[in-house]
């Protein structure tokens, strides 16, 4: 399996991004998690292969989107009204047996089984 993630880059606080990941496989789950410097990673959005449900982490609820297009096996995070502490670095993951639940709640990094290189968000004020 692969993941390569895209689309981050430097935008406005209030302003939006869309991220990007190519997805190889058919995991059970397709999610997206952050870092900020000195944070733990966490979870913020998940999207399950099985009737597309989606779950979000209260920081992101509202603001953030996952989607996914399996005509190109691909994932996105659409990112609205960005908030200076949502400055991470992005990371895409799949797993086979994790529930998105468990993504957006308390997962780590031991709890996905592939992840993408990160793509970096900054945003600014």
């Known amino acids: 399996v692969q993941l390569q993630a895209s689309g981050g880059g430097s935008v406005q606080a209030g302003g939006s991004l869309r991220l990007s990941c190519a997805v190889s496989g058919r995991p059970y789950i397709m999610a997206w998690f952050r870092q900020a410097p000195g944070k733990d990673r966490e979870g913020i959005a998940c999207i399950s292969r099985v009737a597309s449900v989606t779950y979000y982490s209260d920081s992101v609820k509202g603001r953030f989107f996952i989607s996914r297009d399996d005509s190109n096996n691909t994932i996105y995070l659409q990112m609205d009204s960005l908030k200076l502490e949502d400055t991470a670095k992005y990371y895409c993951?799949?797993?086979?047996?994790?529930?998105?639940?468990?993504?957006?709640?308390?997962?780590?990094?031991?709890?996905?089984?592939?992840w993408g290189k990160g793509t970096l968000v900054t945003v600014s004020s």
């Open positions: 993951a799949t797993d086979r047996y994790t529930s998105c639940r468990v993504v957006v709640t308390t997962a780590t990094y031991n709890d996905m089984d592939y």
